[in-house]
């Protein structure tokens, strides 16, 4: 659906034009990410071990404050409901060389000149419509069924609070092991 508006103020059915361009590109560059990841006591207690944290008082009280910090995204989604805090497990940065070949389609309405605040303003606004989701045909080729699965369960990222040791391969033995610590019974700090 074309976004700007045509008679009776209603968006249009069409684009004003239609362009097929082919773009090879070669690029390089480093990228800054941060991994959370939503973690039930359990799995926060054998992160913290794993990490060097021997004093379970400590483990116990670091996860106690992440209980009460309400701007800590949480949900009930662990074994038996267990509850899950998103928790920040480490930083990385990765260095990239990319070369790529893609087909675009670009589709565009016709170019206004001199737009006031509120022509903007309903651009902004359009910018959310009309997107593909995960589960659209086009994605099937890349498993975009799996993401889309994924994506339905709330995945968020935030590095909230700037908990976690910034140690990768802690983090990385936790979440292999972690299909294993959810069957493990809730404690009575969960």
């Known amino acids: 659906m074309c ?27 480093m990228r800054r990410r941060f991994i959370a990841r939503f973690l039930t006591w359990e799995q926060f207690s054998q992160l913290k071990k794993v990490e060097g944290e021997l004093r379970p008082d400590k483990i116990a009280s670091t996860w106690e404050d992440m209980k009460v910090n309400e701007n800590l995204p949480r949900d009930q989604k662990g074994h038996n409901s267990a509850l899950r805090i998103l928790t920040h497990l480490y930083d990385e940065i990765e260095g990239f060389e990319e070369i790529s070949t893609s087909n675009q389609l670009h589709l565009e309405q016709k170019v206004k000149k001199n737009p006031g605040v509120d022509d903007v303003e309903a651009m902004k606004e359009s910018l959310g419509d009309g997107h593909l989701s995960f589960k659209d045909d086009m994605y099937k080729k890349l498993g975009g069924g799996v993401a889309g699965a994924v994506a339905s369960l709330g995945a968020t990222f935030l590095n909230a609070a700037g908990f976690g040791s910034g140690t990768p391969g802690a983090a990385d033995e936790v979440l292999s092991s972690s299909s294993e610590s959810d069957s493990s019974t809730s404690s009575s700090s969960s």
Do not use: T
């Not at 249009?12 to 590109?25: G, L, M, Q, T």
């Open 3 to 29: 976004p700007s508006l045509g008679k009776k103020n209603v968006n249009r059915a069409r684009f004003d034009f239609a362009e097929y361009i082919k773009v090879i590109k070669m690029e390089s560059g």
